[in-house]
């Protein structure tokens, strides 16, 4: 009778003893998932504070309307938000790397965080360039504060500045040289003419 207690006495201890051990395992698993769970949530939440990086399209900040026809492409860089862009080309765009261009247009768009965006802008418009730099000059571009410069070096490229509050943006437009771009004066102009920023 007595052995028959204590094995009793051992089933009990050791079915006691596992079902403890699996509430300790799924207490441990829960808080593991929930732990995880607020760290991911913490680091977006940083993601979305830090108005250094940008983790959205940047079809997010603006408004335009690009070419008919022309293809769209659409960068975001979830990792860092450094690298985050829009870029236009034209149907006949053809660039074996990114430094030659054979044919066509190529619209790139970038913004960088910069509380003192309009100083920045001003600098640039007062800076000295090389002789390849020229047709410096302020403009406004979706009712904002711009200025737009050329530069004939490596291919030809058109450098637009906007400051729009905390940011500077960039847009440059790429082609073979300054004759290939005046070609598409229409486009460009009509594309420029449609941005506007959001609120």
Known sequence: MQNSLSLKDAIFFLVSLAIACAVVVFIL?????TRAAEIQEQTLSAKQMNPAKNFRSL?????????????????????????????????????????IIN???????????????????T????????????????????????????EDYQGHNRFIYIANGSH?????IASKNLDSEQEYDLEINSFLDSIRFKD
């Open 29 to 33: 698993n829960d808080y593991t998932k």
């Open 59 to 99: 079809d997010s900040y603006i408004i335009y309307s690009p070419p008919e026809g022309w293809s769209k492409q659409d960068q975001v860089d979830h990792e860092s938000g450094n690298n985050t862009w829009l870029a236009l080309t034209s149907p006949d765009f053809d660039s074996p790397d990114s430094l």
């Open 103 to 121: 044919s066509g247009i190529k619209i790139f768009i970038t913004r960088s965080y910069d509380l003192k965006a309009q100083d920045s802008l």
């Open 123 to 150: 600098d640039r418009l007062n800076a000295q360039y090389p002789t390849y730099d020229y047709n410096i000059r302020p403009i406004k571009i979706g009712g904002e504060n711009a200025m737009t410069m050329h």
């Open 168 to 172: 500077l943006w960039q847009i440059s």
